[in-house]
């Protein structure tokens, strides 16, 4: 048996994972408008990009222009990202639904800071949780992913990347302050070691190609702009030519494929992590840097006696609703630490429909939640 | 061989057989202007698979459907954006941006003025006919003071936007405006801007008869083209003219002609040799 290569390990700030995530995916065009404290992707790529074959970096005038880049350079066939905080993603959201209605696959990293407006720059928070679900106009899905150290960073932009091609859709990775602007040691993965996905391109001669039409998956195949393929790509309601329609039974084609090719992959979509919940009582759900505070907390917590256990969240949206519910069957409290006014506690709530007390830790001052904090909720029970 | 007319040009590059009838107004000067830049892209034999057309909102927005090249109908201010993401990615496309005056001026003046400076290699199609059309007719930076709209009852107080100065000092590589009167001149400058490197950009002048004229003082679209063809002098005219006859008077033609390298040729050549460096490096 051939030994496993080594992996590269390096010492690295969560921004700086984000990157080394993204080039591993395939990333080959970042668009973007710098802000704290998501700056250092923007600049890391600013210095990677350009020395790669085929890369490209553009720092554009603002936020809308960089979604509105981003998309553009999607359409021609590259992987695209872009990384903002919460007022730069405010200003991304109409296009993010266009990229939504376009069908076209993005990554958009939102490191969260305290708001509303400019709020708390640079401070923790995780405020922008419900802005991620549904910031821009209409009913639409979304995919929002989250990371809670270094690595994770890393691992979930490579995932972001797979799902933004695989689904056809923008993918949010949402990420606090405080994994942002941890520095850890990580490893590097090997390549054959991870997945990488890419979108499906049409097989069939150009004049057969239906830009939006029905597929096994949902998911129609999509060619770079200029390879031969000439349609029509609009954010009005389209048919399956892309061309703009107004016809009831047209509309509803639409808007069920773009739900349902997103519905139906939820056992792929819906990541967690499960710590000590096969037997726990009392389960705290958290995400992101307070899913680590939660990590320590849940220890104590059994160590003291009581069945704790933590659900961790990778996916935020969908809701992990099947990982929630297995856990209800045992569990008599569900703890919610966030740093919000109860963002993700309200999905919490919305799936646990009174089947345990649902117990909620808030903070909002621009400071992390401690596992101390949360100790004391679970050993309330 | 019988000559080809203009017509049989056009009908090649229409999707005939998909969304006709269009959604323009008798007498709007918009299919004029769409007329001018497909004959322009067959003069220039440019395929139409290398052709991108970025279209923004209103009524100039929905042009792209009908013309059979890869078309992106983009939000509303914002296709100048998409353009530079297009063109950057692929430097080989032809990437022509089609926007109305409240689309390049109002919402998007922050992407053209930004686009004009980068030099990204796009060509701008401003379609102006000085109003709102599709949302119903309120005033745009281009309504002239003065004149009436659905949200200036009382008169436009606001001075009407120069696109040409505008684009002038915001670093463009070409800009040049005609109107949908003069029409052999409109499609040679907007050949010129699709074959020149960098940013250029074309304002056309298209009369919006039902929304702006019919409000003010022109009852039919006749009477807008008369308006056209008396307002409008060749800027070279317009240069010999005494100041006091130059009011009301609206320059035609070319009025930036330079041959910088766009921001595409510019980055690309820096990849190039950062790639070259790093080739000599590893030998």
């Not at chain 1, 710590?275 to 505070?293: F, L, N, P």
């Not at chain 2, 007319?5 to 005939?16: A, D, P, V």
């Not at chain 2, 892209?41 to 792209?64: E, N, T, Y």
Request: charged residues 20%; glycine residues 10%.
């Amino acid at each position: 048996m051939p030994r496993r290569k080594k992996r590269t390990e390096i010492f690295a700030l969560g921004n700086e994972a984000v990157v080394e995530g993204a080039l591993l995916a395939g990333c080959t065009f970042y668009g973007g408008y710098p802000i704290t404290p998501s700056s250092e992707i923007m600049e890391i790529m600013a210095s990677r990009l350009p020395k790669l074959e085929n890369g490209v970096f553009i720092q554009m005038e603002d936020e809308i222009a960089s979604m509105g880049a981003v998309i553009g350079a999607s359409l021609s066939g590259r992987k695209a990202m872009t990384a903002t905080s919460g007022p730069g993603f405010s200003l991304m959201q109409e296009n993010l639904g266009y990229a939504v209605m376009a069908e076209t696959p993005m990554v958009l990293v939102n490191v969260m800071r305290g708001g509303p407006s400019t709020g708390l720059p640079t401070s923790p928070a995780q405020g922008d949780v419900q802005q991620a679900r549904w910031g821009t106009h209409g009913d639409h899905p979304i995919i929002v992913l989250s990371a809670s150290n270094v690595q994770e960073c890393l691992d979930m932009t490579i995932t972001a990347f797979n799902m933004a091609e695989k689904y056809r859709t923008p993918v949010i990775l949402l990420l606090d302050e405080v994994t942002s602007h941890t520095r850890e040691k990580i490893e590097i993965p090997n390549e054959g070691e991870f997945e990488v996905f890419s979108r499906t391109v049409p097989s069939m001669p150009p004049e057969w190609y239906k830009p939006y039409e029905e597929t096994v998956r949902g998911v129609p195949p999509m060619p770079p702009i200029g390879s031969g393929y000439r349609f029509h790509v609009t954010g009005l309601t389209h048919d399956r030519n892309g061309f703009p329609t107004q016809r009831p039974e047209e509309v509803v084609e639409l808007m069920d494929r773009i739900h349902r090719k997103i519905d139906q992959f939820f056992y792929d979509i819906q990541l967690v992590d499960e710590i000590m919940t096969d037997d726990c009582e009392v389960c705290v759900i958290a995400y992101g840097s307070v899913a680590r505070s939660a990590e320590l907390a849940v220890q104590q917590a059994r160590g003291n006696g009581v069945k704790a256990g933590l659900l961790k969240l990778k996916t935020l949206f969908p809701y992990p609703r099947r990982h929630t519910e297995k856990i209800l069957a045992h569990a008599r409290t569900l703890v919610v630490p966030e740093m919000n006014m109860g963002q993700m506690s309200r999905e919490v709530k919305r799936v646990n429909m009174g089947h345990a007390s649902v117990r909620t830790i808030n903070r909002v001052d621009g400071q992390i939640v401690t596992p101390s904090e949360i100790l004391k909720v679970i050993m309330q029970g | 061989m019988s000559k080809i007319t203009g017509n049989e040009i056009i009908h090649q590059y229409l999707r005939h057989n998909k969304k006709f009838p269009h959604v323009l107004c008798a007498g709007c000067g918009h299919g004029i202007v769409l007329g001018t830049l497909i004959r322009s892209i067959h003069s220039l034999g440019i395929p139409k698979d290398d052709v991108v057309v970025v279209a923004g909102i209103g009524c100039s927005g929905r042009l792209a459907v009908y013309v059979d090249f890869n078309t992106v109908h983009t939000t509303h201010g914002r296709a100048l954006s998409f353009a530079t993401g297009i063109k950057i990615s692929n430097p080989k496309l032809n990437v022509i941006a089609l926007m109305g005056d409240g689309d390049a001026l109002s919402i998007g003046g922050n992407h053209l003025i930004h686009a004009a400076r980068r030099n990204i290699g796009v060509t701008a199609l401003i379609l102006n006919n000085n109003i709102y059309g599709m949302t119903g007719g309120q005033s745009s930076p281009a309504t002239p003071e003065g004149s009436t709209t659905m949200t200036n009852p009382y008169g436009q107080l606001d001075s009407s936007f120069d696109t040409v100065e505008l684009a002038r000092g915001a670093g463009a590589n070409y800009v040049a405006r005609g109107t949908v009167f003069h029409v052999n001149r409109l499609e040679k400058i907007m050949t010129e801007a699709i074959g020149r490197p960098g940013f250029s950009l074309v304002e056309a002048i298209t009369p919006c008869h039902t929304q702006f004229g019919r409000k003010n003082k022109y009852k039919s679209p006749v009477d807008m083209y008369n308006w056209l063809k008396s307002t409008a002098v060749p800027l070279e005219r317009y240069n010999e003219m005494p100041e006091d006859k130059r009011r009301d008077r609206m320059p035609i033609g070319v009025f930036v002609d330079r041959d910088r390298p766009g921001f595409e040729e510019r980055y690309y050549a820096m990849q190039q040799n950062f790639l070259k460096q790093a080739a000599k490096g590893g030998k």
